[in-house]
C-alpha cells in the first residue's frame, strides 16, 4: 500500500534562517505531488504542485519554493525564513491528476 | 479559478442528531468533489468522493453526500452523529483534467455534545 512520510513533525526557526521540509512517498510511482500550507479558519492554500521529476507549479507568490529531486521526493523550501511564514505545511499525493489526495502528518513550522 | 465556499464555520449538536454541513462551489466547468475529514491530532483523511454517476455518494462511517449540479453544491449529510465525529470537515474540489490540486473550502468546525 501506499504511504506518505513527511518531516520534521514541528520546527521552530529563527527569522532569517533556511527552511527544508522534506516529504516522500512509497508504494507507488510517478504520483502528483502537492505542498498546501492549513491556517486556522482559512482552509488548505495550495503552495506548489508537481507532475514530474523537475516540474514544480507555483500557486501563490511566497518567500518559499519547492522541488522535487526524485520521483517520490517533495521538498519545501526557504533561504531566509519570515515570520509569516508560520504555520502548518502538509504534503500530499494524488495518483492521476483527478483523483482524491492523500496527506502527511503535517509540519508545524513556528518562526521566531 | 474554483473557489469552495462552506458556509458553517463551526457547528455544535447534540449526539444522534442529524447533520448537514453546506459546500458550494464555483467554477464554470466539470469538477470531481471530496469531502476530507479531519479528527484531533489527526492527518486529514478523505470521507467521500464524487466523479461521476450517482449524484448521492456514500462515505465511510455513515457518511453522504449529494451533488447538485444546478446549485453547484455538493452537502454533506448524517443521519445520526456520534460524539466521535467531533472535527473539522473540509470541502474540496478539483477542475476535471487539470494538474493543479484541490481547492479547499475554509473548513467547519463540529463539536457533537455527549
Known amino acids: 500500500s501506499q504511504t506518505i512520510h513527511q518531516w520534521p513533525a514541528t520546527l521552530v526557526q529563527p527569522v532569517g534562517s533556511p527552511l527544508s521540509l522534506e516529504c516522500t512517498v512509497e508504494?507507488?510511482?510517478?504520483?502528483?505531488l502537492y505542498w498546501y500550507r492549513q491556517a486556522a479558519g482559512r482552509g488548505l492554500q495550495l503552495l506548489f504542485y508537481?507532475?514530474?521529476?523537475?516540474?514544480i507549479s507555483s500557486e501563490v507568490p511566497q518567500n518559499l519554493s519547492a522541488s522535487r529531486p526524485q520521483d517520490r521526493q517533495f521538498i519545501l523550501s526557504s533561504k531566509k525564513l519570515l515570520l509569516s511564514d508560520s504555520g502548518f505545511y502538509l504534503c500530499?499525493?494524488?495518483?492521476?491528476?483527478?483523483?482524491?489526495?492523500?496527506f502527511g502528518q503535517g509540519t508545524r513550522l513556528t518562526v521566531v | 479559478a474554483q473557489s469552495v465556499s462552506q458556509h458553517n464555520h463551526h457547528v455544535i449538536l447534540s449526539e444522534a442528531a442529524s447533520l448537514e454541513l453546506g459546500c458550494n462551489y464555483s467554477y464554470g466547468g466539470t469538477v470531481n468533489l471530496f469531502w476530507y475529514v479531519q479528527y484531533p491530532g489527526q492527518h486529514l483523511q478523505l470521507l467521500l468522493k464524487y466523479f461521476s454517476g450517482d449524484p448521492l455518494v456514500k462515505g465511510i462511517k455513515g457518511f453522504e453526500a449529494e451533488f447538485i449540479k444546478s446549485k453547484f453544491s455538493f452537502n454533506l449529510r448524517k443521519p445520526s452523529v456520534q460524539w466521535s465525529d467531533t472535527a473539522e470537515y473540509f470541502c474540496?474540489?478539483?477542475?476535471?483534467?487539470?494538474?493543479?490540486?484541490?481547492?479547499f473550502g475554509k473548513g467547519t468546525h463540529l463539536i457533537i455534545q455527549p
Open positions: 508504494g507507488t510511482s510517478n504520483p502528483n
Open positions: 500530499a499525493w494524488s495518483a492521476t491528476q483527478n483523483t482524491e489526495a492523500f
Open positions: 474540496a474540489v478539483k477542475r476535471r483534467g487539470g494538474a493543479d490540486g484541490l481547492t
Open positions: 508537481s507532475v514530474g521529476i523537475g516540474q
